[in-house]
Protein backbone atom coordinates (compact mmCIF):
# COMPACT_ATOMS: atom_id res chain seq x y z
CA UNK A 1 0.00 0.00 0.00
CA UNK A 2 1.75 3.37 -0.71
CA UNK A 3 1.83 5.79 1.70
CA UNK A 4 0.51 9.48 1.85
CA UNK A 5 3.86 11.45 1.65
CA UNK A 6 2.06 13.47 4.67
CA UNK A 7 2.26 10.72 6.83
CA UNK A 8 5.78 9.80 5.18
CA UNK A 9 6.65 14.09 6.38
CA UNK A 10 5.54 12.89 9.83
CA UNK A 11 7.75 10.36 9.73
CA UNK A 12 10.77 11.83 9.02
CA UNK A 13 10.50 15.16 11.04
CA UNK A 14 10.24 12.28 13.94
CA UNK A 15 12.91 9.79 12.53
CA UNK A 16 15.16 13.46 11.71
CA UNK A 17 14.31 14.31 15.42
CA UNK A 18 15.79 11.34 16.89
CA UNK A 19 18.42 11.22 14.70
CA UNK A 20 19.67 14.56 15.45
CA UNK A 21 18.07 14.96 19.22
CA UNK A 22 21.58 15.65 20.73
CA UNK A 23 21.01 19.02 18.10
CA UNK A 24 18.09 19.98 19.67
CA UNK A 25 16.44 21.09 23.02
CA UNK A 26 15.58 19.49 25.15
CA UNK A 27 19.48 17.83 25.02
CA UNK A 28 21.55 20.38 22.49
CA UNK A 29 24.85 18.82 23.54
CA UNK A 30 26.31 18.94 19.64
CA UNK A 31 26.78 22.19 18.07
CA UNK A 32 27.23 22.77 14.15
CA UNK A 33 30.38 24.78 13.95
CA UNK A 34 32.27 26.20 10.97
CA UNK A 35 30.54 27.78 8.10
CA UNK A 36 27.30 27.48 9.58
CA UNK A 37 27.37 29.28 12.84
CA UNK A 38 30.36 31.42 11.42
CA UNK A 39 28.87 32.62 8.44
CA UNK A 40 25.17 31.80 7.24
CA UNK A 41 23.88 32.31 11.09
CA UNK A 42 25.82 35.89 10.14
CA UNK A 43 23.70 36.80 7.37
CA UNK A 44 20.54 35.37 8.40
CA UNK A 45 20.47 37.45 11.46
CA UNK A 46 21.65 40.25 9.87
CA UNK A 47 18.52 40.20 7.55
CA UNK A 48 16.20 39.60 10.19
CA UNK A 49 17.88 42.53 12.10
CA UNK A 50 17.45 45.07 9.55
CA UNK A 51 13.46 43.91 8.51
CA UNK A 52 12.91 44.21 12.31
CA UNK A 53 14.14 47.72 11.68
CA UNK A 54 12.24 48.50 9.00
CA UNK A 55 14.43 47.93 6.09
CA UNK A 56 15.38 45.82 3.06
CA UNK A 57 18.97 44.56 3.93
CA UNK A 58 20.89 45.64 0.53
CA UNK A 59 24.68 45.61 2.32
CA UNK A 60 25.61 43.68 5.41
CA UNK A 61 28.75 45.75 7.36
CA UNK A 62 29.12 43.06 9.84
CA UNK A 63 30.88 40.68 8.11
CA UNK A 64 34.21 40.18 6.05
CA UNK A 65 34.60 44.20 6.34
CA UNK A 66 31.28 44.47 4.48
CA UNK A 67 29.48 42.78 1.48
CA UNK A 68 26.53 42.99 -0.65
CA UNK A 69 23.56 40.73 1.09
CA UNK A 70 20.32 41.14 -1.62
CA UNK A 71 22.57 40.00 -3.88
CA UNK A 72 24.58 37.45 -2.28
CA UNK A 73 23.03 34.25 -3.48
CA UNK A 74 24.30 32.50 -0.04
CA UNK A 75 22.39 35.14 2.24
CA UNK A 76 19.03 32.87 0.91
CA UNK A 77 17.08 36.16 1.45
CA UNK A 78 14.40 35.53 -1.12
CA UNK A 79 14.52 31.42 0.07
CA UNK A 80 10.77 30.95 1.65
CA UNK A 81 11.96 28.25 4.13
CA UNK A 82 13.83 31.68 5.17
CA UNK A 83 10.50 33.40 5.33
CA UNK A 84 9.35 30.58 7.25
CA UNK A 85 12.17 31.00 9.88
CA UNK A 86 11.54 34.74 10.37
CA UNK A 87 8.06 34.53 10.86
CA UNK A 88 8.18 32.12 13.36
CA UNK A 89 10.59 33.78 15.32
CA UNK A 90 8.99 37.63 14.53
CA UNK A 91 8.43 37.86 18.24
CA UNK A 92 12.19 37.94 19.72
CA UNK A 93 14.45 40.97 19.44
CA UNK A 94 16.88 38.61 17.66
CA UNK A 95 17.10 35.56 15.69
CA UNK A 96 18.69 32.61 17.57
CA UNK A 97 21.24 30.34 16.36
CA UNK A 98 18.75 27.44 17.43
CA UNK A 99 16.20 28.86 14.73
CA UNK A 100 19.00 28.11 11.83
CA UNK A 101 19.56 24.61 12.85
CA UNK A 102 15.83 23.71 13.57
CA UNK A 103 15.74 25.02 9.74
CA UNK A 104 18.51 23.38 8.54
CA UNK A 105 17.87 19.46 9.64
CA UNK A 106 14.28 20.06 8.62
CA UNK A 107 15.39 20.15 5.06
CA UNK A 108 16.65 16.94 6.19
CA UNK A 109 13.43 15.50 6.50
CA UNK A 110 12.25 16.91 3.63
CA UNK A 111 14.94 15.42 1.62
CA UNK A 112 14.11 12.13 3.61
CA UNK A 113 10.14 12.75 1.96
CA UNK A 114 11.47 13.65 -1.58
CA UNK A 115 13.01 11.10 -1.95
CA UNK A 116 10.73 8.66 -1.08
CA UNK A 117 8.41 10.15 -3.34
CA UNK A 118 10.83 10.24 -6.17
CA UNK A 119 11.45 6.00 -5.18
CA UNK A 120 7.79 5.35 -5.32
CA UNK A 121 6.93 7.10 -8.50
CA UNK A 122 9.43 4.39 -9.88
CA UNK A 123 7.40 1.91 -8.86
CA UNK A 124 9.75 0.53 -6.00
CA UNK A 125 7.81 -1.10 -2.96
CA UNK A 126 7.43 1.08 0.31
CA UNK A 127 10.27 -0.74 2.13
CA UNK A 128 12.55 0.05 -0.56
CA UNK A 129 11.62 3.18 -1.27
CA UNK A 130 11.38 4.40 2.43
CA UNK A 131 15.04 2.28 2.87
CA UNK A 132 16.56 4.71 -0.10
CA UNK A 133 14.98 8.02 0.91
CA UNK A 134 16.99 6.74 4.73
CA UNK A 135 20.00 5.92 2.75
CA UNK A 136 19.45 9.60 0.82
CA UNK A 137 18.69 11.95 3.92
CA UNK A 138 20.84 10.50 6.70
CA UNK A 139 24.24 10.02 4.99
CA UNK A 140 27.00 10.89 5.74
CA UNK A 141 27.70 13.42 2.70
CA UNK A 142 24.59 15.18 4.16
CA UNK A 143 25.52 14.62 8.25
CA UNK A 144 29.32 16.25 7.12
CA UNK A 145 27.64 18.96 4.80
CA UNK A 146 25.54 20.52 7.63
CA UNK A 147 27.91 23.39 7.81
CA UNK A 148 26.61 24.65 4.33
CA UNK A 149 23.12 25.84 4.42
CA UNK A 150 22.48 26.42 0.25
CA UNK A 151 24.12 22.80 -0.21
CA UNK A 152 21.81 21.43 2.31
CA UNK A 153 18.95 23.15 0.81
CA UNK A 154 19.66 22.26 -2.77
CA UNK A 155 20.29 18.58 -1.37
CA UNK A 156 16.61 18.64 0.21
CA UNK A 157 14.90 19.94 -2.97
CA UNK A 158 17.04 17.37 -5.78
CA UNK A 159 14.88 14.34 -5.92
CA UNK A 160 11.63 16.72 -6.29
CA UNK A 161 13.57 18.06 -9.80
CA UNK A 162 14.27 14.32 -11.01
CA UNK A 163 10.39 13.26 -9.77
CA UNK A 164 9.54 16.29 -12.58
CA UNK A 165 12.05 14.81 -15.33
CA UNK A 166 10.21 11.21 -14.80
CA UNK A 167 7.01 12.54 -15.10
CA UNK A 168 7.66 14.44 -18.47
CA UNK A 169 9.31 11.56 -19.62
CA UNK A 170 7.29 8.80 -18.27
CA UNK A 171 3.71 10.23 -18.77
CA UNK A 172 4.50 13.27 -21.27
CA UNK A 173 2.76 15.29 -18.81
CA UNK A 174 4.85 18.47 -18.38
CA UNK A 175 2.54 19.61 -15.42
CA UNK A 176 4.06 18.37 -12.62
CA UNK A 177 7.44 18.78 -14.02
CA UNK A 178 6.98 22.77 -15.02
CA UNK A 179 5.82 22.72 -10.76
CA UNK A 180 8.74 20.48 -9.57
CA UNK A 181 11.16 22.67 -11.86
CA UNK A 182 9.55 26.05 -10.27
CA UNK A 183 10.18 24.64 -7.20
CA UNK A 184 13.81 23.54 -7.27
CA UNK A 185 14.00 27.12 -8.85
CA UNK A 186 13.83 28.99 -5.85
CA UNK A 187 16.25 27.44 -4.01
CA UNK A 188 19.53 29.49 -3.21
CA UNK A 189 22.45 27.55 -5.09
CA UNK A 190 20.00 26.92 -8.28
CA UNK A 191 19.59 30.40 -8.88
CA UNK A 192 22.62 31.04 -9.08
CA UNK A 193 23.58 28.09 -10.93
CA UNK A 194 21.01 29.17 -13.59
CA UNK A 195 22.39 32.64 -13.82
CA UNK A 196 26.17 31.32 -14.67
CA UNK A 197 24.63 29.09 -17.14
CA UNK A 198 22.44 31.50 -18.76
CA UNK A 199 25.95 34.12 -19.32
CA UNK A 200 27.87 34.34 -22.48
CA UNK A 201 31.36 32.79 -23.06
CA UNK A 202 32.76 36.29 -22.99
CA UNK A 203 30.76 37.57 -19.76
CA UNK A 204 32.05 34.62 -17.77
CA UNK A 205 35.30 35.77 -15.23
CA UNK A 206 38.65 35.16 -17.13
CA UNK A 207 41.48 32.57 -16.37
CA UNK A 208 44.40 34.26 -15.35
CA UNK A 209 47.54 33.22 -17.81
CA UNK A 210 48.83 31.13 -15.05
CA UNK A 211 46.23 29.80 -14.27
CA UNK A 212 46.44 28.65 -18.05
CA UNK A 213 49.62 27.46 -17.77
CA UNK A 214 48.51 25.24 -14.83
CA UNK A 215 45.65 23.80 -16.62
CA UNK A 216 48.06 23.12 -19.77
CA UNK A 217 50.65 21.78 -17.97
CA UNK A 218 48.07 19.37 -16.67
CA UNK A 219 46.16 18.63 -19.69
CA UNK A 220 50.05 17.81 -21.34
CA UNK A 221 50.84 15.37 -18.42
CA UNK A 222 47.13 13.86 -19.02
CA UNK A 223 47.82 13.32 -23.01
CA UNK A 224 51.34 12.04 -22.02
Given at each position: MTRSPWKVLLAALACTFLFFYEYMPPVRSVHIPYDLDGYHFSLAAYGF???HQGRLPQWDPSIYGGMRFAANVQAAFYYPGTWLMYLATWGRERLS???LVDLNLAHVAVAFTLCFVWLRGKRLSDPAALL???VYAYSGYLCTQLQHFG??????WIPLGLRGIDQIAQENDGRFGSAAFGIVGIDPLAIERARLAAQEPHELPARGAAHDRVVDHDDALALE
Open positions: QALYQSGAALVVAYA
